[in-house]
């Protein structure tokens, strides 16, 4: 994780040399599950390299401050959203608005980003939850309580790719944004493996509260 820019941040804060509000965003990206055991430049058998770097770079690019890190071993989905929340507590306590701040994940970073969203239990946050629900997950992780403004992208072609109104409808949190959209890029599970403006810039726009994805 990018920890010299939350300590920034916090140093800012604490010794009030900003002097301005903060009126920076910020987005926490959470790749999928191949390169937390394999290296960036280590190719997917059937979907190549994940792009994880060109993703973030996109972000930047577009003006968000972003945090990120590569993950290593296979993580604990829940036990990894802990440390997320609490990173994000310490954003929300230098003052910046919880729907400046976009918890964004694809695959197991969506997964990821789905217990983010149940810890933190704030329905200002923004998530965008990318190829990361089947069916058989209200069975199976029936934990989960969505909650924030959520925006949910899934590929046709893809195992992922099923709506989760059915996790909306189980969740008790009043969440004021819900979006689906459904891909057809036909490249499966591969579509998240690089920064393809079908689903980057309907996360940047959501991130930054355009809600109406317009």
Same mark, same amino acid.
């Given at each position: 994780?990018?920890?010299? +820019? ?20 910020? @987005? &926490?990206?959470?790749? #999928?599950? &191949? ?31 972003? @945090?990120?890190?590569? /993950? #290593? ?45 149940? +810890?933190?239990? #704030? ?6 939850? @990318?190829?990361?629900?089947?069916? #058989? ?6 934990? @989960? ?19 989760? +109104?059915? /996790? ?14 459904? +891909? ?31």
């Amino acid at each position: 994780m990018k920890i010299s +820019l939350l300590i920034g941040i916090l140093f800012c804060s604490i010794m009030f040399a900003c002097g301005t509000k903060n009126e920076d965003r910020y @987005i &926490f990206f959470l790749h #999928n599950r &191949f390169i937390e055991t394999h290296e960036l430049n280590e190719l997917h058998p059937e979907f190549g390299r994940t792009e994880y770097k060109e993703i973030v770079s996109e972000f930047e690019k577009n003006g968000f401050k972003v @945090i990120s890190e590569k /993950r #290593n071993g296979n993580v604990n989905a829940r036990d990894y959203a802990v440390g997320i929340k609490s990173q994000i507590d310490s954003l929300l306590k230098t003052g910046i608005e919880p729907q400046k701040i976009t918890v964004v994940g694809t695959s197991k970073g969506g997964y990821i980003a789905q217990y983010v969203s149940t +810890l933190a239990n #704030n329905q200002n946050l923004n998530f965008v939850f @990318i190829a990361s629900f089947r069916n #058989n997950d209200i069975q199976d992780i029936p934990e @989960i309580n969505y909650c924030g403004n959520i925006l949910t992208i899934y590929e046709k072609s893809n195992p992922f790719g099923v709506s989760s +109104l059915e /996790r909306k409808k189980t969740s008790d949190c009043v969440i004021n944004q819900f979006k689906e959209i459904e +891909l057809n890029t036909g490249m499966g599970h591969g579509f998240l493996f690089k920064p393809l403006k079908e689903w980057i810039e309907p996360t940047i726009k959501w991130a930054n509260e355009n809600y109406n994805l317009e």
